[in-house]
């Protein structure tokens, strides 16, 4: 076999042959694999012992390091159904909050709350016939418990302030009871968030654990 040059490279492989080789490889790369029923049942098993045992040691190194802040909710029924104690959340400042974020902050009553981001400042907010009207525009809200049994008369939010509600409208102690809240009581918003005995039993099921 003769030697092919071109652009100063020599290669013991014609154009033909490289084409026929990237040919076969594009064929291998794009072939699905295909699993036997107990090789996919043990891939599974595999990955969730290393989703066990991996996500602690990733969540604790950012623990550690500072860059979350881990917030266990308090056991309250405010944010349900979205949220249920003893879930833990996975806290971060960014700095940058958009609306229907999951908020953290410290209340005037010195307790940590965690609602819904709902209005910023110059937002006008009202409540009718258990609609949310944000700016005059009703907003759709899946995540509610069920609609609200309060009435609220337009509420313009102060400059510097937020107005946050719970998810559970009709059994929460938030901003259509206190009012706004100062910018400078946020403490994160919720990146992320899990039930420990849901998730744990979700591992366990997939493990077939009785």
Same mark, same amino acid.
């Given at each position: 076999?003769? #030697? !092919? #040059? ?12 490289a084409q026929n080789f990237l +040919?076969?490889?594009? =064929?291998?790369?794009?072939t699905p694999i295909q699993l ?7 891939? *599974? ?14 969540? &604790? ?10 917030? &266990? ?15 833990? +959340? &996975? ?6 909050? %958009? @609306? ?7 209340? @005037? ?9 709902? +209005?910023? =400042? ?10 949310? @009207?944000?700016?005059?525009? =009703? ?5 509610i418990a069920a609609p609200m %049994? !309060?009435? /609220?008369?337009?509420? %313009?939010?102060?400059? $510097? ?7 559970? *409208? ?8 206190? +009012?706004? /809240? ?5 403490? $994160? *918003? /919720?990146?992320?968030?899990? $039930? ?5 039993? *979700?591992? =366990?099921?997939?493990?077939?654990? #009785?």
């Open positions: 076999m003769f #030697k !092919y #040059k071109s652009d100063n490279i020599v290669s013991d492989q014609s154009p033909c042959e +040919g076969k490889f594009r =064929a291998f790369w794009n036997t029923p107990e090789a996919q049942c043990a891939t *599974r098993e595999r990955i969730s012992i290393a989703i066990c045992f991996i996500f602690p040691i990733i969540l &604790i190194f950012f623990l550690v390091t500072g860059i979350l802040k881990l917030n &266990i909710l308090a056991p309250t029924c405010s944010m349900e159904p979205t949220l249920k104690a003893p879930d833990f +959340g &996975i806290i971060v400042n960014t700095g940058k909050y %958009e @609306y229907g974020d999951i908020i953290v902050f410290d209340s @005037y009553d010195g307790r940590c709350y965690t609602k819904r981001l709902i +209005g910023k =400042a110059g937002d006008t907010i009202a409540v009718h016939d258990g609609v949310l @009207y944000r700016n005059g525009v =009703a907003l759709d809200e899946p995540y %049994e !309060y009435e /609220m008369l337009d509420y %313009e939010i102060p400059e $510097g302030t937020f107005f946050a509600l719970g998810d559970n *409208r009709n059994n929460s102690n938030d901003s259509h009871c206190f +009012g706004a /809240m100062d910018v400078s009581r946020l403490k $994160g *918003r /919720m990146v992320f968030h899990f $039930g420990v005995v849901h998730f744990y039993e *979700r591992i =366990a099921g997939a493990l077939n654990f #009785k």
